[in-house]
């Protein structure tokens, strides 16, 4: 019995991304916004490159919604963790934005996604197409801020939502990819040349914490609904 229950809840959780997902296509300029996915995935790469006493050269945002950190880093297990942590920094943005949209701190969670651009630019990011991508994001933020509370919360609903089924998405196109051309299979081969296990293990690992990540932050989100319908 708590088996099937378990089996429910993954079965109500996909149901429910792949809605969602099928949904915010349908929103004009909606591909322009998961750019943030990316964000957080090169982020990720940069901030454990620093920790593992690396050196991070730049970042580059593309407008196919791809990216690359460029760095200096010694050989070793650093490798692997910096590797490991793109995907797994974007899934667990993921909860942390519905995180915050449950504890119904949009406006904070605005301030914060906007400072962590304002950082990439200073830090990581200086011409090309990241750059003027990071300068719009801000100020478009910065207007649906002081715009009101209603705009602002289902904005910020909306980039956690388009965050999230990226951040499912791309790692199973990632494992796609570890089939068809395990060479370019981006932090999967990196992987998969550091170590013996094939690209493919690295992706399905990827797929994996994003199935997991994913379902907690919609736990989150249905939490946050029958909170406020209990408060009506």
Request: aromatic share 14%; glycine share 6%; net charge positive.
């Amino acid at each position: 019995m708590k088996n099937k229950y378990a089996m429910n809840k993954w079965l109500k959780a996909l149901l429910f991304l792949l809605g969602a997902a099928f949904l915010t296509r349908l929103i004009p300029f909606s591909h322009w916004f998961r750019i943030l996915d990316t964000m957080f995935h090169e982020l990720g790469h940069a901030i454990l490159t620093l920790i593992m006493s690396g050196r991070v050269l730049r970042i580059e945002l593309n407008p196919d919604q791809s990216g690359v950190t460029y760095s200096i880093l010694q050989q070793g297990w650093s490798q692997i963790i910096v590797s490991l942590a793109g995907y797994i920094t974007a899934s667990l943005c993921s909860i942390a934005m519905f995180f915050v949209y449950y504890k119904q701190r949009q406006a904070a969670g605005l301030i914060v996604i906007s400072a962590l651009a304002l950082i990439t630019i200073v830090l990581f990011v200086h011409s090309g197409y990241g750059l003027w991508w990071l300068l719009i994001f801000i100020l478009l933020n910065v207007l649906i801020y002081f715009i009101g509370e209603r705009v602002r919360n289902f904005y910020f609903l909306l980039l956690a939502f388009l965050c999230l089924e990226e951040s499912v998405v791309s790692p199973i196109y990632l494992l796609a990819l570890s089939i068809i051309n395990p060479s370019q299979a981006g932090d999967a081969t990196n992987l998969a040349d550091i170590t013996f296990l094939p690209a493919v293990v690295w992706s399905l690992l990827f797929v994996l914490i994003a199935c997991i990540c994913a379902r907690l932050a919609l736990q989150l989100y249905w939490k946050s609904g029958s909170r406020t319908s209990i408060s009506k």
